[in-house]
């Protein structure tokens, strides 16, 4: 690999030997998807949030870093908290026992000075990626909104890697940060009246795996795409996807991103009526309805106020709103949080897949609109209205 003069004095360790352990990892990981340089990032995201006991070597280096005066050298968010204090007294046991770390683990991280974004929509906010940047985040979510509907250059990278990213400022030019690996090889059509787009991302992701699909027939929202690219990262390995005439890859170079030995898929309304009964299969009497993974954006929360207005959630069960802090913050200073309050629903600001490990929830019988929950959590899946009348037990406005 070639390395500019600077690099290979951090090789050296003229700059420390942590320094010098991060450049050394970073060099063996690009050596080994043979990449030829390490590139300048404009940003880092951090998937890792929190000082769980389980990732006690994380929060080492971290610390480590932290007390040697070592900065981000980019800007640089982070993940949604991995607490919340809307649990019962069990399970807050649980949580204190688990997360233990967690006030060393912001201590640390804003220390090296982070953006205290909490959230796994940093790209609303405080790091919001030019088409064409590129990056070294973490988050499959993140990455997936950044790479596709962005058009930012991200891989997949991985805790510690992105941490390292951070803090030394490059990545290894290599993977989705090519354009020739960011052509598609795989065409869906989408022959359907009834989009339900957490669904369309799940069953593609099943389909193409890491693949890049180039997808047809399609429009939506950003919220829409979101949780699509949500779903599309988790039942696969997908890192980057193009819609005809939407994305901006896609309405810049058009079909010639399309591989020409691409396999295609049709996905019609009777293929995906049958995957979203699969993946709301098994529910019983719902207790929790959860909404909000990836975090729910500030428009998102006013319109859901707007649908449930009126309404209250029925004996028994509660609806959790989850969001990013900022957009929270801003929600309640708005005009809607006093319908929103007299309606019975909580907002939190967390990732809902530390608390689900709490073995007292696992049985709280969840629906939700999220794929990416859907995907590796105990919950069952439901379109967003059907959520909500559930959460409310009846009629919603729209
Ligand atoms: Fe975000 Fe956690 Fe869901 S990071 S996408 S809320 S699993």
């Known amino acids: 690999m070639d390395l500019s003069t600077e690099q290979q004095a951090i090789l050296r360790g003229e700059k420390g030997t942590l320094l010098q352990k991060c450049m050394q990892t970073l060099v063996k990981y690009g050596n080994f998807f043979s990449a030829q340089e390490l590139i300048p990032i404009k940003s880092a995201h951090l998937v890792l949030s929190g000082g769980s006991i ?185 890192g980057l996807y193009h819609i005809e005439g939407v994305t901006p890859e896609a309405v810049q170079v058009k079909d010639a991103l399309l591989l020409p030995d691409c396999q295609t898929l049709t996905l019609t309304d009777p293929l995906l009526k049958k995957v979203r009964e699969r993946l709301g299969h098994g529910r019983k009497k719902v207790k929790t309805v959860l909404l909000g993974c990836p975090h729910l954006f500030y428009a998102e929360l006013v319109q859901l106020t707007t649908l449930i207005e009126g309404c209250h959630t029925r004996k028994g069960v509660t609806l959790w709103m989850n969001s990013s802090p900022s957009a929270i913050r801003k929600f309640n200073q708005s005009e809607h949080f006093e319908e929103f309050e007299k309606t019975g629903a909580v907002l939190m600001s967390l990732c809902p897949l530390a608390f689900l490990q709490l073995p007292s929830l696992r049985n709280r019988w969840i629906l939700t609109n999220s794929g990416k929950l859907r995907y590796y959590a105990p919950v069952y899946y439901a379109p967003l209205k059907e959520c909500l009348r559930e959460a409310v037990g009846g009629d919603i406005n729209g």
């Not at 070592?70 to 908290?81: D, E, G, L, S």
């Open 54 to 238: 389980i990732l006690r070597t994380y929060l080492e280096i971290l610390e480590n870093m932290a007390a040697e005066g070592i900065q981000f050298a980019v800007p640089t968010t982070v993940n949604p908290r991995l607490t919340t204090k809307h649990l019962g007294i069990v399970q807050k046991i649980a949580q204190r026992y688990l997360f233990q770390k967690d006030n060393q683990f912001r201590h640390h991280y804003r220390k090296m000075g982070g953006i205290e974004t909490y959230s796994c929509t940093p790209y609303l906010g405080d790091n919001t990626p030019q088409r064409g940047d590129i990056l070294a985040w973490a988050e499959s979510s993140a990455v997936i909104f950044a790479n596709s509907v962005l058009g930012a250059k991200t891989n997949r990278n991985s805790g510690v890697i992105d941490l390292i990213s951070a803090v030394l400022g490059i990545t290894p030019l290599m993977g989705l940060l090519l354009d020739e690996n960011r052509r598609a090889n795989w065409e869906i059509i989408v022959d359907a009246e009834e989009i339900d787009y957490a669904v369309l991302g799940y069953v593609i992701g099943e389909k193409v795996k890491d693949g890049i699909p180039y997808i047809k027939g399609l429009h939506g929202t950003a919220d829409d795409f979101e949780n699509m690219g949500a779903a599309m990262a988790a039942s696969g390995g997908v």
